[in-house]
């Protein structure tokens, strides 16, 4: 039942929050506007294990 409505919260409600975007399409469009990779940005912020 909480699957459900996780699926149903990030890929039908759109939030007023996000410009009224369904988190998914949100996520995607963040994406596609700053296309770092996950690697890039562990480069760059120095590993997963470094301190700030």
Do not use: C, I
């Not at 998914?24 to 994406?31: H, R, S, Y």
């Amino acid at each position: 039942m909480l699957e459900v409505h996780r699926k149903s919260h990030d890929n039908y409600r759109p939030h007023s929050a996000l410009g009224y975007m369904t988190p998914v399409e949100f996520a995607a469009k963040w994406q596609e506007e700053n296309p770092v990779t996950l690697s890039q940005r562990v480069a760059n912020e120095g590993g997963p294990h470094t301190a700030n």
